[in-house]
């Protein structure tokens, strides 16, 4: 094959119809707002609010793009590679990324009701998000070593600057400096151990690692293969964890979230938490089942399927042992540590600790299953979908709760929230309503997230972890019942501006809208059950 | 189906039973965004919800007889009656399954029975008064559904529910340790329910289809190669685990020695109406979980783990009645004498004398759970009046402090009157409603163990000693010599009438006891013969698969909705029942 025939392949595979580009086009279109955005800028420096209209309208776009219009037709269509195996675009990227994007258009309505920043400052912080998002994007959908580091650093760079963007705070550059630290440390171990796989498996597209991963373990791998193999693994699994803040290398999350605006926080808290996930079921999808899809190598599978699932068994042994242990430790952690937090800030990052916990423990329910019931693992997956959809209407309620109620009191203590039930009973209410969904109770939504969870890790045999999350469902009331007890029961402060934030009032109504799925999606999962379904529906084939 | 065909006795039964649930909540609602601000108006509007509920459950109690009428009661039918089955979540098998037998109507009665008085006990209540009534409506819909729910998703739903009103009823409006209390009640209950719902999550998963139905999941359990029989965890069975996580869930509502230190504190915070609530109700969900839920689905670890059952009740009425004993505190002791009642109502649940020893005799199994039954329906009369009677002297006088009382009957001579009825009626004077529910465990115990028997029948005696101590010490002797003496006025009219029926009742049940067990009888009996058939099976081989194919996914979908005329011994709820045909059904 020359060059010139490649290069025909590629421009094909690239720009022909149902080519690659079309997969992509929710990215695109969020490149194109990055471009808009700035320039508007330049030419309507007079318009002061363009920032936030035309991300809103380029992010509305992107969820068009995004939608599965044709999911209605012709039902989930496979899983398929795009741009040469660099990234995949299945039901998993699809619904993953509309989870993204229709959080980030609730953010932007957030970001510009609170209006922290500056009219000047705007743009920056927009274009900042949009390019997170990107990388987001290409997180939860890499089939490709490089495509995740990629999507790593995209991911996470811009937020490195949101958390310092408050630029005469000396908490939110300490706070940045902090993150970006850590972020480069546990990217560079990451490489590392990335660069370790690639070494012993002689290939940089994650399905094709798997092949050859198949071959090493079918003709025994020597002592030296597998130790640099679990090393990898483990160093893998290091940048993963930074991202999901999980224990021990959660020290970032609680410093970061105290010292960036509540309006970061929530971001950091949701969005790259979401793709984190998203990233880890990819990773773990595809090292512990061979791949159905093609490679463009020409690299096919060994003849017997069922010999090549069975000798994956032991990285599956290997990652269900890595995720409990970091989904209990984190877990148990971030709810010991919630306990003493005084900032309403600090508690939800320690908060955010121990969801991504609960969040692990499907995943690691999904890899003890899928080798003898994929049907079960796509399960799992699908309750950890169920999770992150949850998780994100009752996070970013939480965190909006606090930024309105910041700027109307200039205080993110948790004791400064006393008696606030008798000025603003409504948004109390919204705020008891989120904490409660929070620890699990029904009948709010928190107790879908929970329960589904459980019954993944019940599928899975996986008792300790089961008891675990159950104990932890107790540990987590003392330090979210505190919150609503305060507002409630503790009689209000002396001297204190009166916060009257009535449900009728524009951030009063924005945070009645975030908390009405929180109650509703409890009676009627069907839509959210059906999406998690579907986005589950391609992995593990 | 049209939900608005009101010819449909379908459709008007579900709106029957929905609207008996959902009345409070809906009230609840209103009274949050209705554009008043009067207090008075509040609490009215609560009792007048509370008053409609009451006549609704009322409507259900009456004895169908010949009339058609949609949701009378049918006398002598043991299984279910008045069945609602609609779907509600297809994905997980959820359904909105409510029904009413013998065991759930009489708590049903009693709870809206017992919320009407509470509510109008809720005057003297005068802080943030529209957020009181609004939690305690909503703590009524969650009380009701509970003892309504026959889908296991949906009672869990109910079960906590109750938790939240409950945990800001005692938090805002108690005494000075409120908030300590409210959150050990919250913690200790929640603790229960995260093991019940992992119970339940367990069963679903076992059951083949899954499903959370309490009805198949007991029928399932039942059957001689039942899939609960394989072993989970340790060398247990699926059966076995699942009963000991709701068991512990259930006694710590109950509450059962020594899960049951939440009790005392949450009694004496919680305001006058609260503990009428917490004692007359709430408690009485645990014994409601231990018959309902734990013994039909799984029987075998009930049968294996009734000496724990029957010890920790004995352990609960002696320590109960002990710690009374010993308090100086009026309400801390009416607390304590709960702990000690509410043990016989476990000792007379788990006193499995249906057993090869005694050829299968299931008279005294089914004396001991009636008499359990009523002893829950006799002490949610007796210690709401008790708990009442303590918040009518503590409003006056400021303190509970026993020593410093005395003399009451000189100052209060009908309000005296009234509590030596009432606390009579807990102590189990014969005439009165405590003493059958006693005497029915007792009576049932002793064929189980005589020791046992022999010990709960000597707790009488320290419960007559506690009671008439603190009679003798709060309303006997010359004059009253305590603080604020002057404010020992009558009861108002009022009280009087929140009083008058629980003397009523106490009397009514105690001279004619038989109004309560007509209901009560048949379901008990059918429960206790399911257990016994059980315990003649042969038993299976535990690793067993044969009943997954033996089963068709989805015969159960529709289960009879009232079954008429079915003898008491001729107990399968649904007629395809396989393992009752299994089984020789010879008579000793």
């Known amino acids: ?541 | 189906m049209s939900f608005f065909n009101f010819h449909d006795p379908e459709v008007l039964r579900t709106w029957l039973l929905s609207l008996i649930i959902f009345l409070p909540a809906l009230g609840a609602g209103v009274l949050c965004v209705l554009p008043i601000r009067s207090d008075q108006f509040f609490k009215r509007f609560s009792l007048a919800i509370t008053v409609l509920v009451f006549l609704l459950t009322v409507w259900l109690a009456i004895p169908a007889g010949d009339s058609s009428a949609v949701g009378h009661f049918t006398l002598g039918e043991p299984g279910m009656q008045n069945v609602v089955d609609h779907e509600w979540i297809p994905s997980f098998n959820i359904r909105y399954f409510l029904g009413l037998d013998g065991i759930s109507l009489p708590l049903v009665i009693l709870t809206s029975f017992l919320s009407v008085l509470a509510m109008w006990a809720s005057w003297s209540i005068d802080k943030s008064v529209r957020a009181y009534c609004a939690l305690f409506l909503l703590l009524e819909t969650g009380m009701l559904g509970v003892f309504m729910a026959l889908d296991f998703f949906l009672f869990y739903v109910f079960w906590e529910v109750m938790l939240l009103p409950m945990y800001f009823l005692i938090g805002v409006w108690g005494g000075p340790r409120r908030e300590y209390a409210a959150i050990k009640f919250f913690l200790f209950t929640l603790a229960g329910s995260v093991l019940i719902l992992i119970a339940i999550l367990v069963l679903y998963f076992t059951s083949n289809p899954h499903t959370f139905n309490m009805l198949t999941l007991a029928e399932i359990g039942q059957m001689p190669d039942s899939p609960f029989h394989q072993t989970l965890l340790w060398g247990k069975s699926v059966s076995w685990w699942a009963f000991v996580l709701l068991f512990i869930g259930f006694a710590v509502k109950l509450p059962a020695v020594p899960i049951h230190t939440w009790l005392p504190d949450a009694h004496v915070e919680a305001p006058t109406p609260v503990s009428m609530i917490l004692a007359g109700v709430l408690l009485k969900m645990g014994g409601y979980g231990i018959i309902r839920i734990c013994y039909p689905i799984c029987p075998d670890a009930g049968y294996e783990l009734a000496w724990v059952v029957c010890g920790l009740g004995t352990v609960s009425m002696v320590y109960g009645a002990l710690a009374a004993m010993a308090q100086k505190d009026f309400k801390r002791l009416v607390a304590y004498s709960s702990v000690s009642h509410m043990g016989y109502v476990l000792l007379g649940i788990g006193a499995w004398s249906a057993t090869a020893e005694f050829q299968y005799n299931t008279d005294y199994w089914t004396m001991g759970m009636s008499g359990a039954m009523f002893q829950m329906i006799a002490h949610g009369i007796s210690s709401a009046g008790m708990f009442f009677l303590v918040g009518v002297v503590y409003e006056r006088v400021h303190h509970r402090n026993l020593d410093q009382y005395g003399g009451l009957f000189a100052r209060m001579p009908v309000f005296s009157g009234i509590s030596m009825v009432i606390f009579f009626a807990a102590l189990g004077l014969p005439g009165l409603c405590g003493f059958w529910g006693e005497l029915f465990v007792i009576l049932g115990a002793w064929s189980y163990s005589k020791v046992l028997a022999v010990v709960a029948a000597s707790v009488v005696i320290l419960t007559a000693g506690y009671i008439l101590w603190t009679i003798q010490r709060v309303y006997l002797g010359p004059e009253y010599k305590g603080p604020h003496g002057d404010a020992l006025t009558p009861m108002t009219r009022r009280e009087k009438y929140i009083a008058a029926p629980l003397v009523a009742l106490a009397i009514l049940l105690g001279v004619y006891p038989k109004a309560l067990f007509d209901y009560v009888t048949p379901t008990v009996q059918k429960t206790v013969v399911e257990m016994k058939d059980w315990s003649e099976q042969p038993k299976a081989d535990s690793q067993s698969v044969g009943w997954v194919e033996r089963s068709e996914p989805h015969h159960r979908k529709n289960p009879p909705k009232k079954m008429v005329g079915l003898a008491p011994l001729d107990p399968p709820y649904f007629s395809e029942q396989p393992s009752v045909d299994l089984q020789e059904t010879e008579q000793p």
């Open chain 1, 1 to 541: 094959m020359n060059f010139d025939q490649l290069l025909q392949n590629v421009v094909g595979d690239t720009i022909g119809p149902g080519g690659s580009l079309c997969a992509f086009r929710p990215e695109l279109a969020l490149c194109a707002t990055i471009v808009a955005v700035l320039l508007a800028k330049i030419i309507l420096p007079g318009w002061k609010s363009s920032a936030y209209y035309i991300t809103l309208l380029g992010l509305l776009a992107a969820c068009f793009f995004a939608f599965p219009w044709s999911w209605q037709q012709g039902g989930i269509p496979a899983a398929k590679s795009i741009f040469t195996g660099a990234l995949i675009a299945d039901s998993f990227t699809v619904v993953v990324r509309g989870m993204l994007l229709g959080f980030a258009v609730l953010f932007a309505t957030f970001t510009q009701m609170t209006g922290v920043w500056d009219r000047e400052d705007q743009a920056e912080f927009y274009v900042l998000m949009l390019g997170s998002l990107v990388g987001m994007c290409l997180m939860i959908s890499a089939n490709h070593i490089l495509i995740v580091m990629l999507g790593v650093e995209m991911a996470g760079v811009p937020c490195y600057v949101l958390a310092g963007m408050k630029r005469n705070q000396p908490k939110s550059s300490e706070a940045a400096l902090k993150y970006a630290v850590f972020g480069a440390g546990a990217a560079g171990v990451m490489l590392f151990g990335l660069s370790l796989l690639a070494g012993v498996l002689g290939s940089v597209q994650l399905p094709t690692m798997t092949a050859r991963l198949i071959q090493i373990i079918h003709n025994g791998a020597s002592a030296d293969q597998t130790l640099v193999l679990a090393l990898g693994g483990l160093m893998l699994m290091v940048g993963v964890a930074f991202k999901l803040s999980a224990v021990p290398f959660h020290f970032w999350a609680p410093d970061v979230f105290e010292g960036a605006t509540a309006e970061v926080a929530a971001f950091i808290s949701v969005a790259s938490k979401a793709a984190a996930l998203g990233l880890l079921v990819r990773l773990v999808a595809v090292f512990s089942m061979p791949s159905a899809l093609t490679f463009p190598e020409g690299i096919s599978l060994p003849p017997d399927r069922l010999a090549a699932v069975a000798d994956l068994g032991v990285v599956r042994q290997y990652i269900v042992a890595l995720l409990s242990l970091l989904a209990a430790v984190t877990c148990t952690f971030g709810n010991l540590a919630a306990y003493g937090q005084t900032n309403m800030k600090r508690l939800l990052a320690y908060s955010t600790i121990a969801h991504a916990g609960y969040m692990m423990m499907p995943v690691a329910a999904a890899a003890a299953l899928v080798g003898s019931d994929a049907v079960g693992a796509r399960e799992a997956i699908a309750a950890l979908l169920i999770y992150l959809g949850i998780y994100l209407f009752m996070n970013l309620a939480a965190f909006a709760i606090v930024a309105f109620l910041r700027n109307a009191t200039g205080s993110e203590e948790i004791a400064d929230y006393a008696g606030l039930v008798r000025r603003s009973p409504g948004l109390t209410v919204c705020m008891a309503i989120v904490m409660f969904s929070l620890v699990g109770l029904p009948p709010l939504a928190g107790f879908w997230a929970k329960m589904t969870v459980f019954l993944a890790l019940i599928d899975a045999k996986l008792w300790a972890l089961l008891f675990i999350g159950a104990l932890n469902t107790l540990l987590s009331l003392f330090y979210y019942l505190r919150v609503v007890k305060v507002m409630a029961l503790s009689p209000e402060p002396l001297h204190r501006e009166a916060p009257t934030i009535p449900l009728t009032s524009l951030v009063g109504s924005y945070c009645a809208l975030l908390t009405v799925p929180v109650v509703a999606l409890f009676f009627l999962l069907g839509g959210v059950l059906y999406w998690a379904r579907a986005a589950a529906h391609t992995l593990f084939n």
